[in-house]
């Protein structure tokens, strides 16, 4: 009887906040395989880079990109053709050099630009380099994001992670500033796959630039954090940066909790949850140690094909159990609940961000899935979010475009 009117309560509070809280995907099972694109109907067609003739002279090709292309936000995405076949693409900016993986002839590649001009090179051994210039000219916006990492009281800051792998608050900030940016990009390139402009979300930064990762101390211990269920998790930060933040109605959340925990024995997870609703989004840490802590480790993360519950982690993956998938799901589902924060629902189209489409957020930033070529992405937006996200004002393209 308590419990049920422990529930009333809940549901009765958020609906005098009037927010609708939508916990992710209860209506689509999670599946073993990538969802094909469905034909007609609803579906988003994306951009496919064309194939050579023949025969041809190997060539470096962008797909995604013209030259002297602007955009709004700083990590690019480069996707295309490299015909020769070469196992990897080298992208250089002076300053830096990093090589991406390519599959097949298929490449993805990420890129840092600095505001201005970047004129970006492209290299693989037997082909003739290709350059492109992509002017970076900073999307401005009032309105914007405030990515959050989430301690109990008594909470150190640290989180589940295998044996090795660095887990204190340090690294947990440096995975979340990551993904805010990797989700950023993620949002334009969707959008421009479903033919739309590049835009996206601005997020709060540093004077330095880099992204700005605010620590919340909830004033509840591990203990009590524990025993609550995600939903009132939710209700517990809403209310808590409803009275600590005067910004609190000007601004949107992303938050992250450090304290979910796993029990290999029970294979119960705690304090772990995914829920967005009004201006919060709020996702468990179970996975964060599979996410990269910069640039650096993107391509080491989505290649990872270790099993999670070889280690006694939780596994949240869409079936999949390797640490790349739980990557990806767990970018994916945390930028889903952001989704909702942006006025994006539940479609129906299985390939959409807000279905499980989610899963295959990778898809955006690899060109190889396990041994499989990824010629194009399955993640897609159905047509009813292109166009949530085309009339947000939250969400922009470059200052001068
Ligand atoms: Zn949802």
């Not at 805010?180 to 390139?189: L, P, S, V």
């Not at 899963?359 to 897609?380: R, Y």
Request: net charge neutral.
């Amino acid at each position: 009887m308590m419990r049920r009117w422990i529930v009333v309560m809940i549901v009765a509070l958020g609906v005098i906040a009037g927010y609708a809280i939508r916990p992710y995907c209860p209506l689509t099972r999670p599946s073993t395989q990538p969802n094909p694109p469905a034909a007609g109907g609803q579906e988003t067609k994306p951009v496919e880079p064309t194939a050579p003739p023949v025969d041809a002279a190997p060539t470096i090709q962008v797909a995604n990109l013209s030259d002297g292309e602007v955009v709004g936000y700083p990590l690019l995405v480069i996707s295309g053709r490299a015909t020769g076949k070469p196992s990897k693409v080298t992208v250089t900016l002076p300053g830096q050099s990093r090589n991406w993986p390519a599959a097949e002839s298929f490449y993805r590649a990420m890129v840092q630009l600095n505001p201005g001009d970047n004129d970006i090179r492209l290299t693989a051994p037997n082909h003739p380099d290709t350059a492109i210039r992509i002017r970076y000219s900073p999307a401005q916006n009032t309105r914007r994001l405030r990515l959050l990492y989430v301690l109990s009281s008594d909470g150190d800051g640290s989180f589940q992670a295998p044996p090795g792998e660095p887990c204190d608050q340090v690294s947990a900030v440096r995975r979340i500033a990551t993904a805010g940016r990797m989700q950023q990009t993620a949002i334009a390139e969707l959008l421009h796959n479903a033919g739309q402009p590049r835009k996206s979300f601005c997020l709060e930064c540093n004077p330095d630039g880099s992204v700005d990762v605010g620590i919340v101390q909830l004033p509840l211990t591990t203990r009590q954090l524990h025993t609550m269920a995600g939903l009132q998790i939710w209700l517990e930060l809403y209310q808590y940066l409803q009275k600590t933040d005067p910004a609190f109605s000007d601004r949107k959340y992303l938050a992250f909790l450090s304290m979910t925990q796993f029990d290999s024995g029970t294979r119960k997870v705690i304090a772990h949850t995914a829920l967005g609703g009004g201006n919060l989004a709020l996702y468990g840490s179970g996975n964060l140690h599979t996410w990269p802590q910069s640039l650096d480790e993107i391509v080491s993360r989505f290649s990872d094909v270790r099993v999670v519950s070889d280690f006694g982690l939780y596994d949240d993956s869409a079936l999949r159990g390797t640490f790349w998938a739980n990557c990806a799901t767990g970018l994916g589902a945390s930028l889903h609940e952001l989704g909702h924060v942006f006025g994006m629902v539940h479609s129906g189209q299985s390939t959409d961000l807000m279905e499980r489409g989610f899963d295959h957020i990778n898809h955006l930033f690899m060109p190889v899935e396990g041994n499989q070529p990824i010629p194009s992405s399955v993640l897609q937006l159905a047509a009813s979010n292109v166009q949530a996200l085309s009339d947000n004002p939250w969400i922009v393209g470059p200052s001068v475009p």
